[in-house]
């Protein structure tokens, strides 16, 4: 797909998944557990041939390419594993008692419904595990949302491929037409974003973008819940005991971490805060010329962070440390908050910055500067106790993920996961993109009081025909209901 979908095109795709949303939202959770199960088996049998498409379109190596296709396989299947186990509808009954106080209590059942057609701005920088067939999309199949994808530039021949396996797939197993649609555009993703048909969208990318589209979502005549993944620093907070402990190993992880997959992540750590007198200068130096030469994703990308990179060494109080394949710059707490806008302003691409702290007082000063993020970590030794219980509430306020003594990059794909974080690292932080509980995004819930037992869906029926997990009268169960 390398032009722009026509208008006529656009109201295709819109119609189809209009179209299959009353039976897709309706299909019984195994019978669309066999659907995405279709499409991940599709995806990995066709993985020879979108590899090297997805190689040509984004410089990125094989391996990382191949392990991106089975993460986003695994996510699928995950994803069908859960909706036949029954967690992924949160099913609660609360059967009828004439003697509840203070006043009787009707039958009360509720499940999560799907909100109908989602749309999904694919990212560049996972060119499958963030893209046509990403997080995004699994959990709104998941969730019962038919999906219409609005594919990336960066790897337009990738994105049209991939949507033709899943759409392939989707068919072949008996899934609606219009289950599943790609569309290229900016213009066309901001006038599908705009259509009444679309009930809620996800995005991956810059903040401007984001905020931008946000807009657009939440001023409809019908506004609706817009999921933007926009942007994120994510701190890393090192303190003097652990760097007496193995700061070597802290320098080696830090630019291991920000370097990794040429800083194009977004949860590479873009700071690492030393306490003063660190002594970890060549270490961090021997690490930083360690690392090999290697391709952005595309020229936009490059030029937006060479761009980047010549603003911050720009920055007064801000010198360069090390440089080469990777750029390490060097500040203060002191310079950073005197000149917080210019310097906490994402780059994307292999660079980061070490700032100095004087004293326990002023790392937590510098925390107080930080908006939200999609993670921080602290890296720290069992002495670290009580200054670990006074800097976790912090970085609490500000992450969706706080790592002890790891590393940013890498987000397990299971039940725990939350990858989100307040703004701007996601419009709405009570939401996870990856994980189980994505899907909650794409859904609402719906109570039935006092139905009888023949007009509800089988998940609320008394026998449980499906044999999923609820919750009745307070416990957790698979058996049927005793009235």
């Given at each position: 797909m390398t032009q722009d979908t026509t208008p006529a095109g656009l109201e295709q795709a819109l119609a189809a998944a209009s179209a299959a949303a009353p039976a897709f939202g309706a299909s019984e959770p195994s019978v669309r557990a066999g659907w995405i199960r279709a499409v991940a088996d599709a995806l990995d049998a066709a993985a020879s041939e979108l590899v090297p498409i997805a190689m040509r379109e984004s410089s990125l190596p094989e391996a990382r390419l191949t392990g991106e296709v089975a993460r986003s396989t695994g996510q699928l299947r995950m994803f069908a594993d859960v909706l036949e186990e029954g967690s992924l509808l949160d099913v609660v009954i609360d059967t009828a008692d004439a003697q509840a106080k203070p006043v009787p209590r009707p039958d009360l059942r509720r499940v999560l419904v799907p909100l109908g057609p989602?749309?999904?701005?694919?990212?560049?920088?996972?060119?499958?595990?963030?893209?046509?067939?990403?997080?995004?999309?699994?959990?709104?199949?998941?969730?019962?949302?038919?999906?219409?994808?609005?594919?990336?530039?960066?790897?337009?021949?990738?994105?049209?491929?991939?949507?033709?396996?899943?759409?392939?797939?989707?068919?072949?197993?008996?899934?609606?037409?219009?289950?599943?649609?790609?569309?290229?555009?900016?213009?066309?993703?901001?006038?599908?974003?705009?259509?009444?048909?679309?009930?809620?969208?996800?995005?991956?990318?810059?903040?401007?973008?984001?905020?931008?589209?946000?807009?657009?979502?939440?001023?409809?005549?019908?506004?609706?819940?817009?999921y933007g993944e926009l942007g994120s620093l994510n701190p890393v907070f090192v303190t003097r005991a652990a760097v007496d402990a193995r700061g070597k190993d802290i320098a080696t992880g830090y630019v291991g971490s920000f370097t990794l997959g040429v800083g194009q992540f977004c949860t590479k750590p873009g700071l690492l805060f030393l306490p003063a007198g660190h002594g970890l200068q060549e270490d961090l130096a021997a690490a930083v010329g360690g690392v090999a030469e290697a391709q952005m994703l595309n020229d936009r990308i490059r030029d937006g962070f060479v761009s980047g990179l010549d603003r911050l060494q720009k920055v007064e109080g801000v010198r360069v440390w090390s440089s080469g394949a990777a750029t390490l710059l060097q500040t203060t707490v002191r310079e950073l908050l005197?000149?917080?806008?210019?310097?906490?302003?994402?780059?994307?691409?292999?660079?980061?910055?070490?700032?100095?702290?004087?004293?326990?007082?002023?790392?937590?000063?510098?925390?107080?500067?930080?908006?939200?993020?999609?993670?921080?970590?602290?890296?720290?030794?069992?002495?670290?106790?009580?200054?670990?219980?006074?800097?976790?509430p912090l970085l609490t306020a500000r992450a969706g993920r706080v790592l002890w003594n790891g590393w940013p990059t890498g987000v397990a794909v299971s039940w725990a996961q939350h990858h989100g974080g307040p703004f701007p690292s996601t419009v709405g932080s009570i939401h996870t993109s990856v994980g189980v509980t994505a899907a909650r995004r794409f859904q609402r819930p719906v109570a039935y009081q006092d139905a009888p037992d023949a007009v509800l869906p089988d998940v609320l029926k008394d026998a449980n025909p499906a044999g999923i997990s609820r919750r009745v009268n307070g416990t957790v169960t698979t058996a049927e209901v005793t009235r």
């Open positions: 989602v749309l999904v701005f694919a990212a560049s920088n996972f060119p499958f595990a963030f893209s046509v067939c990403g997080g995004d999309t699994a959990s709104a199949l998941a969730a019962g949302c038919p999906v219409i994808v609005k594919a990336h530039p960066g790897h337009p021949e990738l994105s049209a491929r991939t949507a033709e396996v899943m759409i392939e797939a989707l068919r072949a197993a008996g899934a609606p037409d219009g289950t599943f649609g790609l569309i290229a555009g900016f213009d066309v993703g901001v006038t599908a974003l705009k259509d009444p048909r679309i009930t809620a969208a996800g995005f991956t990318g810059s903040v401007p973008a984001g905020r931008a589209l946000h807009e657009i979502a939440v001023t409809r005549p019908e506004p609706i819940p817009f005197a000149r917080r806008e210019e310097i906490l302003e994402e780059c994307f691409g292999p660079v980061s910055i070490v700032v100095e702290y004087d004293g326990v007082d002023e790392l937590k000063t510098a925390l107080d500067a930080f908006d939200g993020n999609l993670t921080a970590t602290l890296h720290a030794e069992d002495s670290d106790a009580e200054l670990a219980r006074d800097l976790l």
